[in-house]
């Protein structure tokens, strides 16, 4: 962990659960690269995954290890622990830097539009 990350995780006052399990996510990516797996979010449209780059926002095509289930919505999944979705092997799929931080937390409420009635001001 970088010395950055260490401080924000410290002021938070959490462990990122993603870092516990770091050797299993290796693993995972090296077996994605030797499959030579595409990134299961565009399927492939932006081209193949550099399995070689640092995953970093200045390498928008270098592999990072997507949840299938958001970590962030764990109980929603019926995962004990955001832990135990992050660490979940069969939660992963291979996915481009970019793609994954264009899709977000895929699994977002819908918002809904409540119109107000313009003379009272109410619902």
């Not at 659960?17 to 030797?34: I, L, V």
């Not at 928008?60 to 832990?83: C, H, M, N, Q």
């Not at 660490?87 to 291979?94: E, F, G, R, T």
Request: charged share 30%; aromatic share 8%; with cysteine.
């Amino acid at each position: 962990m970088h010395e950055a990350e260490a401080r924000r995780t410290a002021m938070r006052g959490k462990i990122n659960p993603r870092q516990a399990n770091g050797r299993q996510r290796q693993k995972a990516a090296k077996r994605f690269a030797a499959m030579n797996a595409p990134c299961a979010l565009c399927h492939g449209r932006r081209g193949d995954i550099h399995y070689n780059e640092p995953r970093s926002h200045l390498f928008p095509l270098s592999l990072v290890i997507d949840e299938i289930k958001p970590v962030s919505r764990w109980r929603e999944f019926g995962y004990t622990s955001a832990e135990a979705c992050a660490s979940d092997p069969n939660n992963w799929q291979p996915a481009h830097y970019v793609c994954n931080s264009e899709a977000g937390d895929k699994r977002k409420p819908k918002r809904i539009d409540i119109k107000r009635d313009a003379n009272s001001g109410t619902f």
